[in-house]
């Protein structure tokens, strides 16, 4: 009895002490199991450590692999992941990190590893209960936070922060998540830390005397110094008014001269301005013009068309004079109704600035003092009744200004022409790598964006609104900058009538598939061979990058250019390629997720290596744009659409309902919306500018892109000529044999070849006997056992004895 009171008392002291983590010993085979168990736990945390770390820096590359089945991913030799724990460690990371939580799930490791050593030798590093709450509760905000912060690596919070985030927004908005967030982490912080006013009051006191302290010895040098300071400005004071007076003799002489401005104090003490805005950008000269066009001919780096000549600024139409027309009698007007409406609602303001756009005019009102924001924001209806006008729109406040906007049209618009954007200095000298110049802000000023750094472009609206104006405005000011070896299309065109006028410009500018009639690709089946062929293109652009080691395309030319990069090894001039989807509505509701994959890799993966996406709909619905589509297209269009949830789903904000159509937009790149009118360029100047560059001299044939066969479908390897065997075939055919594998990417890999090379050669090897045919997704049986045997075929093969 005495020893068990002895025991007794001292398991007691050395919990107090907090030195052993007690566990219960529950009868299971001796205590032994929960020994083995947490010896287990703790070799599972570091095998999770390993696998979460590789995948950080593996996950793009495994995660097609990762979309097999259970039995074809682990049991398939073939398929091979990069992740330094092999396909066990690819997916145990790819289910925690991607599916679950994001990168807060490195916080498992910690639980496994404490709760093992717990289990195993009975030593707790941290409280296990309070470190499982903490953890739990930093695993599940954290996942939300960085999926809300962060839409476009999908690794970051992983799909349970992605839904969540959805679904909050969904339910609160953007501003009601954030602030569900911040609560949710206050709340933490005041629990965990005991947080409490009164001291925070006493740490900002205790900083306070410190600083007190300080001002106080600064405070006599200021003195002193002013002291002297003083008597100086006073003699410069007199110097810079006189200078100032002469300065401004000058601009009072060039504001007289203006045909039409007003700046006045009407009765009732409101001030009213109109600015009018003339155009920004300077219209270069046909000679100039020229200039340019002979300074990029010859900028060419693959002289492969040295005598192709850029489209001239006359195959564009004029429309006459491009300034902004004044009607003074509208503008007041207009203001007289506006200050009369807030005024019938007890809103005062103090000053109004008009600005004149080509469509549309900006009125920035100061409000009064005290005023709110939202009770102006809510009169929107009000002011389009008073007014008799659509397309009002409250823009409250204006970003990066104190005012609130709103944007009336005007009743006599001005057409935006091609011709007056594409000849501007802003575009002619733009230093971009794909420029784009869509139309005119309100401002007046050309709106000039560079594809690459969008770097995929998302378009929407209904029928009729401007929708296809806006693609041959993007694809003019492509071909207008890019010579043909820089820069390829892929159109598709489910309608067959949008894009045919291109098909003129098939040799220059369109890339196709091999063995296809038309390059403007109108049928489904052919729609997603070739966004496979894309998918398989944008590989071997990565291989090639990965070779030069360089990261992006810019890099990777540029060093072609300098003969750096050795074409017998595979590398070639690298062209941008652009895929225009005219209708993807369509495409969705009768392929889905044929269409959809390949769409969203490429959107995920290849803009570093040249390849733009541009998608157009005019049902932009949430079946249709879904999530991760939104997700990968942080550029989007949106023209006139018919309600706010249509706006919402392409813009996450309201606006493109209030629009006036024929061409007003709205382009988001990122988080701030801008209105633009689009420039408008006709059928006829588009055929114009299709006949001038299909006149000229061009390549033999389209850009072709990699071949692709589908799941299921047969090789070509019966039509195969042996008497024209590829020079590395016998090499290749040795690759094969020696490791038992017979796949296109295998002699990719090991001859450093291009996928279609490899292709061809593989099914020259099948029509010898060499491998099987082709399996779908899994490898070619290879029918040869050794490499003497192999030796012995070959010349059997060449009629050597």
Not at 322 to 329: L, R, T
Request: charged share 25%; with cysteine.
């Amino acid at each position: 009895m005495a020893k068990n009171k002895y025991k007794a008392a001292e398991t007691k002291k050395e919990k107090k002490k907090g030195k052993l983590f007690t566990i219960p010993k529950w009868d299971i085979k001796g205590g032994k199991f929960l020994q083995f168990l947490g010896l287990f736990l703790v070799l599972f945390s570091f095998f999770l450590l390993i696998s979460f770390i590789s995948y950080l820096f593996t996950w793009q590359n495994d995660q097609d692999k990762l979309a097999y089945s259970f039995s074809e991913y682990f049991f398939d030799s073939s398929i091979v992941v990069e992740n330094w724990l092999g396909k066990l460690g690819a997916a145990l990371a790819h289910q925690f990190i991607y599916k679950w939580f994001g990168v807060i799930s490195f916080l498992f490791v910690l639980l496994f590893l404490i709760t093992g050593a717990a289990l195993s030798i009975r030593v707790s590093f941290l409280p296990i209960i309070k470190t499982y709450k903490h953890s739990f509760f930093h695993i599940i905000w954290w996942s939300v936070a960085l999926g809300f912060f962060s839409t476009v690596n999908p690794i970051l919070g992983g799909a349970f922060g992605y839904h969540i985030n959805n679904w909050l927004v969904s339910f609160a908005g953007n501003v009601g998540t954030g602030a569900i967030l911040i609560f949710s982490a206050s709340i933490y912080a005041i629990v965990t830390f005991s947080l409490n006013i009164e001291n925070i009051k006493n740490l900002f006191k205790s900083e306070e005397k410190e600083d007190s302290e300080e001002l106080e010895e600064d405070t006599d040098e200021l003195k002193n110094t002013l002291i002297e300071t003083e008597e100086n400005i006073e003699n410069e004071e007199s110097e810079e008014e006189i200078k100032e007076e002469e300065v401004i003799e000058e601009p009072k002489e060039e504001i007289e001269e203006e045909p039409i401005e007003i700046n006045e104090v009407d009765e009732k003490g409101i001030g009213f301005s109109v600015e009018k805005v003339e155009d920004k950008e300077k219209i270069l000269s046909d000679d100039e013009l020229n200039s340019k066009i002979e300074e990029f001919g010859e900028y060419d780096p693959t002289l492969d068309l040295s005598s192709y000549q850029f489209p001239h600024i006359d195959l564009l139409k004029d429309y006459g004079s491009q300034g902004v027309s004044i009607n003074k009698e509208e503008l007041e007007e207009n203001k007289n109704k506006i200050v009369g409406t807030l005024e019938n609602y007890n809103i005062k303001i103090e000053k109004i600035k008009a600005t004149i756009g080509p469509t549309v005019t900006l009125y920035e009102i100061v409000p009064a003092p005290g005023v709110r924001i939202s009770k102006i924001k809510n009169l929107e209806d009000d002011i389009a009744l008073s007014l008799s006008a659509l397309g009002i729109r409250i823009i409250a406040p204006i970003p990066g200004k104190g005012t609130i906007g709103i944007e009336v049209p005007n009743q006599d618009p001005q057409i935006v022409s091609m011709r007056s954007v594409i000849a501007s200095e802003k575009f002619q000298n733009a230093k971009m790598e794909l420029p784009v110049v869509i139309g005119k802000t309100i401002s007046n000023e050309n709106f000039v964006f560079d594809l690459t750094k969008m770097p995929h472009l998302l378009m929407a609206g209904a029928t009729g609104q401007g929708k296809s104006v806006g693609l041959n405005a993007i694809l003019t000011s492509l071909v207008y900058k890019k010579h043909p070896s820089q820069l390829k299309f892929v159109l598709v065109d489910p309608k067959k009538v949008e894009l045919t006028l291109y098909n003129k410009i098939e040799r220059h500018f369109l890339a196709k598939l091999p063995d296809t009639e038309d390059a403007i690709i109108t049928d489904n089946q052919k729609v997603i061979n070739t966004l496979n062929s894309l998918c398989i293109e944008m590989d071997e652009r990565y291989e090639l990058l990965k070779n030069a080691m360089v990261r992006n395309i810019k890099e990777y030319n540029a060093k072609f250019i300098a003969r750096k990069l050795n074409p017998e090894k595979g590398h070639r001039f690298l062209p941008y390629i652009v895929l225009v989807v005219d209708e993807f509505a369509d495409l969705i509701m009768t392929a889905g997720r044929e269409v959809e994959t390949p769409i969203c890799r490429l959107a995920q993966l290849a803009r570093a290596i040249g390849i733009h996406l541009i998608i157009a709909t005019q049902r932009p619905s949430a079946n249709i744009i879904t999530g991760v589509i939104k997700a990968n297209f942080p550029g989007r269009i949106a023209f006139r659409v018919t309600s706010q949830i249509d706006s919402r789903t392409i813009l996450d904000s309201g606006g493109a309902e209030q629009l006036i159509g024929r061409g007003d937009l709205l382009i988001s790149q990122g988080s701030d919306l801008t209105r633009v009118q689009c420039a408008f360029v006709d059928t006829p100047e588009v055929e114009e500018i299709c006949d001038f560059i299909g006149s000229q001299r061009a390549y033999s044939s389209a850009h072709l892109l990699p071949e692709y066969t589908p799941e299921g479908g047969s090789s070509s390897a019966g039509e195969v000529n042996l008497d024209e065997r590829d020079t590395l075939f016998e090499e290749a055919a040795k690759v094969i044999v020696q490791a038992q594998q017979g796949s296109t990417s295998l002699i990719q890999r090991k001859l450093k070849l291009g996928y279609n090379r490899a292709g061809r050669i593989i099914d020259q090897l099948e029509a010898a006997g060499i491998v099987g045919p082709f399996e779908g997704s899994k490898a070619r049986q290879v029918l040869i056992a050794d490499e003497l045997s192999l030796e012995q075929f070959l010349k059997d093969l060449s009629g050597i004895e």
